[in-house]
């Protein structure tokens, strides 16, 4: 009996580390990252590369309230410190400190993660249901399209399903613990704790404290002790981020992104941002001219996008979770529990409409996911049970819903293919063909960028978000204290459009600079008869060009060799408009 035991824990093990097989081939074919992963690697490479919590991002928002150190970056006010940590700790175990490096680091810590969370959820269903023994709430969190994503995408998700489902196990231990008890103190200590841990990885999870505050006084009877306890642990725990924020913001609650992403529209991110805080106009300003209104517009297609979502397995399990709603567990604390989820979840969800985009408001469902796992698979099993199926039919039922939940999980997955290694020309415009190693050995400087993640990534040096025209230069360079010494475009040459040419690539760039500095001089002869030893553009183009330099530029992690082409920002701002 032992040795038929010992055999389907082995089995299972195997099954959940299945996922973990499936992600190897992403370790060398690294995706295209959104712009929020791409933002957490790029800090968390920082961290490992300067042993400190920064990001050479430069946002005008961030250089207002935040001291520089002393090579220009700034302290990383977006991210939790406890992902930014872990990941940070990979990368420097495999010498991943490097410009460019960092991914293949990021995503061994996400399988980790991923098998640890389906590790918990097994746990959680056997604690709560011990006369079950089924494995099926495991299977629904490690199969899961947000779980399998967020292994191969750098982000909190799986960190915080982790945290989450102890946090759960620790809530409803107490609730049936006796408020005179010596366990109810610890219990409520280790709540606290976990908590604290919440907040260091998830900003937002300053939402559900009143809720879990409540769950503690109400499951301990009012218990002053459990609740201070509580108090206390999560005070202690979280300390590091409030004093972390009151020494470089001055503001123990400060958060960088809140009040960045909450004035992102749809028309053009970033151009609510720079025309609000980084010039002239304050926060207030822009809220009361309209910008309340776009607010509340985000939200609402925020909460639009997540509906398809509802297709993948996370809403699968979510469904089951919904629906369990209907019928009450024999066991009363976790009734208490689902209550408490199903008040938490919908507020966490609408106050992060407000910021993030649909893509991060589905990763934060991960912080639910184990519980939610958990309850809905037993409300599945509940319901067959109830039913007194047939063995063959009970069985087929609980197939079906596997191979659906695998299934679509592992259909977003495939759906999200290792992409080639695009095409990465960036036009530099700068003061010499050598102002990357100025920007890397002098810290007066800051180099303006289309994509300024991509190009701290790679460059590893201070970037800023390119203004929307050139009359906002000088704002820019006010606000960060610092000179521009150059900028760069990234042309918009897509893979999934085999009609364009790299030629269409670098006019439509060329064009984008032509309607940011309205360039009218010409090129000399001599000069442009030097550029087309190289490349190759229309007339029309070049003759709107003049002093340039063309300098190879490494991929660190590919070394493949791409020309910069660079002009004189001094000459640029000389010209008469």
Same mark, same amino acid.
């Given at each position: 009996?032992?040795?038929?035991?010992?055999?389907?824990?082995?089995?299972?093990?195997?099954?959940?580390?299945?996922?973990?097989?499936?992600?190897?081939?992403?370790?060398?074919?690294?995706?295209?990252?959104?712009?929020?992963?791409?933002?957490?690697?790029?800090?968390?490479?920082?961290?490992?590369?300067?042993?400190?919590?920064?990001?050479?991002?430069?946002?005008?928002?961030?250089?207002?309230?935040?001291?520089?150190?002393?090579?220009?970056?700034?302290?990383?006010?977006?991210?939790?410190?406890?992902?930014?940590?872990?990941?940070?700790?990979?990368?420097?175990?495999?010498?991943?400190?490097?410009?460019?490096?960092?991914?293949?680091? $990021?995503?061994?810590?996400?399988?980790?993660?991923?098998?640890?969370?389906?590790?918990?959820?097994?746990?959680?269903?056997?604690?709560?249901?011990?006369?079950?023994?089924?494995?099926?709430?495991?299977?629904?969190?490690?199969?899961?399209?947000?779980?399998?994503?967020?292994?191969?995408?750098?982000?909190?998700?799986?960190?915080?399903?982790?945290?989450?489902? #102890?946090?759960?196990?620790?809530?409803?231990?107490?609730?049936? =613990?006796?408020?005179?008890?010596?366990?109810?103190?610890?219990? &409520?200590?280790? $709540?606290?704790?976990?908590?604290?841990?919440?907040?260091?990885?998830?900003? %937002? $999870?300053?939402?559900?404290?009143?809720?879990?505050?409540?769950?503690?006084?109400?499951?301990?009877?009012?218990?002053?002790?459990?609740? @201070?306890?509580?108090?206390?642990?999560?005070?202690?725990?979280?300390?590091?981020?409030?004093?972390?924020?009151?020494?470089?913001?001055?503001?123990?609650?400060?958060?960088?992104?809140?009040?960045?992403?909450?004035?992102?529209?749809?028309?053009?991110?970033?151009?609510?941002?720079?025309?609000?805080?980084?010039?002239?106009?304050?926060?207030?300003?822009?809220?009361?001219?309209?910008?309340?209104?776009?607010?509340? %517009?985000?939200?609402?297609?925020?909460?639009?996008?997540?509906?398809?979502?509802?297709?993948? =397995?996370?809403? #699968?399990? @979510?469904?089951?979770? !919904?629906?369990?709603?209907?019928?009450?567990?024999?066991?009363?604390?976790?009734?208490?529990?689902?209550?408490?989820?199903?008040?938490?979840?919908?507020?966490?969800?609408?106050?992060?409409?407000?910021?993030?985009?649909?893509?991060?408001?589905?990763?934060?469902?991960? #912080?639910?996911?184990?519980?939610? &796992?958990?309850?809905?698979? &037993?409300?599945?099993?509940?319901?067959?049970? &109830?039913?007194?199926?047939?063995?063959?039919?009970?069985?087929?039922?609980?197939?079906?819903?596997?191979?659906?939940?695998?299934?679509?999980?592992?259909?977003?997955?495939?759906?999200?293919?290792?992409?080639?290694?695009?095409?990465?020309?960036?036009?530099?415009?700068?003061?010499?063909?050598?102002?990357?190693?100025?920007?890397?050995t002098s810290h007066d400087g800051v180099l303006a960028a289309d994509a300024p993640e991509?190009?701290?990534?790679?460059?590893?040096?201070?970037?800023?978000?390119?203004?929307?025209?050139?009359?906002?230069?000088?704002?820019?360079?006010?606000?960060?204290?610092?000179?521009?010494?150059?900028?760069?475009?990234?042309?918009?040459?897509?893979?999934?459009?085999?009609?364009?040419?790299?030629?269409?690539?670098?006019?439509? =760039?060329?064009?984008?600079?032509?309607?940011?500095?309205?360039?009218?001089?010409?090129?000399?002869?001599?000069?442009?008869?030097?550029?087309?030893?190289?490349?190759?553009?229309?007339?029309?183009?070049?003759?709107?060009?003049?002093?340039?330099?063309? =300098?190879? !530029?490494?991929?660190?992690?590919?070394?493949?060799?791409?020309?910069?082409?660079?002009?004189?920002?001094?000459?640029?701002?000389?010209?008469?408009?």
């Open positions: 009996m032992r040795l038929g035991r010992l055999v389907r824990n082995i089995l299972t093990l195997l099954l959940l580390a299945l996922p973990c097989v499936v992600l190897l081939p992403r370790l060398n074919a690294p995706i295209a990252l959104p712009e929020s992963a791409l933002d957490q690697l790029l800090t968390a490479r920082y961290t490992a590369a300067h042993n400190r919590l920064g990001t050479p991002v430069l946002r005008p928002l961030d250089v207002a309230r935040l001291t520089s150190f002393g090579d220009g970056a700034l302290p990383d006010m977006r991210h939790g410190m406890l992902y930014t940590g872990l990941s940070a700790v990979a990368m420097k175990v495999l010498h991943e400190t490097q410009g460019g490096q960092g991914q293949r680091a $990021a995503t061994l810590l996400g399988m980790g993660l991923l098998l640890t969370g389906g590790l918990v959820t097994l746990w959680l269903y056997r604690r709560w249901f011990p006369q079950r023994d089924n494995k099926l709430a495991a299977f629904f969190y490690v199969w899961s399209g947000g779980a399998l994503l967020a292994a191969v995408l750098p982000g909190p998700g799986l960190l915080l399903a982790i945290l989450g489902g #102890l946090l759960c196990a620790a809530l409803v231990s107490l609730d049936v =613990t006796s408020s005179s008890s010596r366990s109810s103190l610890w219990l &409520a200590l280790a $709540a606290g704790a976990l908590w604290g841990l919440l907040f260091l990885s998830l900003y %937002s $999870a300053l939402l559900l404290l009143p809720f879990l505050l409540w769950q503690v006084v109400v499951t301990t009877r009012r218990d002053i002790r459990a609740v @201070l306890a509580f108090v206390v642990a999560a005070g202690v725990v979280a300390a590091p981020q409030l004093l972390r924020a009151q020494k470089f913001a001055h503001n123990p609650l400060y958060h960088s992104r809140g009040i960045e992403l909450i004035m992102r529209t749809e028309s053009h991110p970033g151009t609510a941002l720079y025309h609000a805080v980084s010039l002239p106009r304050t926060v207030s300003t822009y809220l009361t001219h309209g910008g309340f209104l776009e607010v509340l %517009s985000k939200s609402a297609s925020t909460l639009v996008e997540l509906l398809p979502r509802s297709l993948g =397995t996370v809403g #699968l399990c @979510l469904l089951l979770f !919904i629906t369990s709603g209907l019928m009450r567990f024999t066991d009363q604390r976790l009734n208490r529990l689902r209550r408490l989820l199903f008040l938490m979840i919908p507020v966490h969800l609408i106050a992060l409409s407000l910021f993030f985009p649909a893509d991060e408001c589905a990763s934060v469902l991960l #912080l639910y996911g184990p519980a939610i &796992a958990v309850l809905g698979a &037993a409300f599945l099993q509940t319901t067959i049970h &109830a039913r007194r199926l047939p063995r063959l039919h009970a069985r087929g039922v609980r197939l079906a819903w596997t191979v659906l939940c695998c299934g679509a999980g592992l259909a977003q997955l495939l759906a999200l293919r290792p992409a080639p290694a695009p095409i990465r020309l960036y036009a530099f415009l700068g003061n010499s063909g050598a102002y990357l190693d100025r920007l890397q991509t190009m701290a990534l790679y460059a590893d040096v201070p970037v800023t978000l390119l203004p929307t025209s050139s009359t906002d230069f000088q704002e820019v360079e006010a606000r960060l204290n610092k000179e521009i010494v150059g900028f760069s475009l990234t042309p918009n040459l897509r893979w999934d459009r085999p009609e364009d040419t790299a030629l269409q690539a670098w006019g439509d =760039t060329y064009r984008r600079v032509l309607g940011l500095f309205a360039l009218t001089q010409l090129m000399p002869n001599n000069e442009r008869e030097t550029l087309r030893q190289y490349v190759s553009y229309p007339d029309s183009l070049i003759a709107s060009i003049r002093s340039f330099q063309v =300098t190879p !530029i490494q991929e660190p992690q590919q070394g493949n060799d791409y020309s910069a082409l660079f002009w004189d920002m001094d000459y640029i701002r000389a010209i008469p408009r």
